[in-house]
């Protein structure tokens, strides 16, 4: 199993390259953001609760996204490899994926972590804004505050990882194509 880990933060382009990864390399999408935004969208329990936070750019309580990511893991136990997108955000979540893949005999093989500035991240996200109805890309003082969550609670599972020998940094500026092919160089050298 290739258990790979696209790291960065909101706005790096996680969303973006995973699309194009797991096409080349079949590999099962695990986007926490995408199934929270579906739990909204189907207007359950566990979603009104995330809308709140998700809303104020804040993250959503370990429990509920480690809970999504077990059932995930068990209902896909065949597949060939997983890309966690958006998921670990804390050193919590780092700890309870490990255990997770533990249990099944697959560890995460890499993370590969897409580096892109502060002013280009909200260039984005605004960006996005205009098109996507998110209300978290719609106010830069929002967009602001996941930004700093990133840096207080999500930036610190680099080291986490890097004491594992996982960690790769990626140039993440750069036409989506060229970002694509620097991922897949990376990739290639273990797949
Ligand atoms: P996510 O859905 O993970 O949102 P994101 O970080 O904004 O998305 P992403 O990083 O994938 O977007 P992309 O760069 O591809 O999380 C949303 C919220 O959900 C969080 O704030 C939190 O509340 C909650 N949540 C999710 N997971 C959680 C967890 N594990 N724990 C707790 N809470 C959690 O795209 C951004 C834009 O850039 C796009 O418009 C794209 O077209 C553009 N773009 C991409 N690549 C580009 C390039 N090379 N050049 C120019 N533009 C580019």
């Known amino acids: 199993m ?27 999408h695990l986007s926490t953001g995408d199934i929270l935004r579906s739990e909204i969208a189907e207007g359950t329990e566990l979603g009104l609760k995330a809308k709140e936070v ?3 750019g804040e993250l959503v309580p370990d429990e509920v996204v480690i809970a999504m990511i077990k059932s995930k893991l068990e ?10 997108d958006g998921f670990p955000r804390t050193t919590a979540q780092a700890e309870a994926l490990d255990a997770l893949l533990e249990e099944l005999g697959h560890p995460i093989t890499i993370m590969l972590a897409l580096e892109v500035s502060e002013s280009e991240l909200i260039k984005r996200l605004l ?20 930004i700093n969550e990133y840096q207080n609670k999500t930036a610190p599972i ?13 140039e993440g500026i750069g036409s989506i194509d060229d970002i694509f ?11």
């Open 75 to 84: 209902a896909n136990a065949s597949a060939k490899g997983f890309i966690f």
């Open 158 to 170: 680099k080291d986490y990882y890097s004491l594992q020998g996982k960690f790769r940094a990626i």
């Open 127 to 146: 960006n996005r804004g205009k098109n996507s109805g998110r209300p978290d890309d719609q106010d830069e003082a929002i967009i602001q505050n996941r």
């Open 2 to 28: 290739f258990n790979l880990i696209l790291f960065g933060p909101p706005g790096a382009g996680k969303g973006t390259q995973s699309e194009k990864l797991i096409e080349k390399y079949q590999l099962i």
């Open 181 to 191: 092919n620097r991922l897949c160089s990376q990739i290639d050298l273990i797949f």
């Open 54 to 56: 998700m809303d104020l």
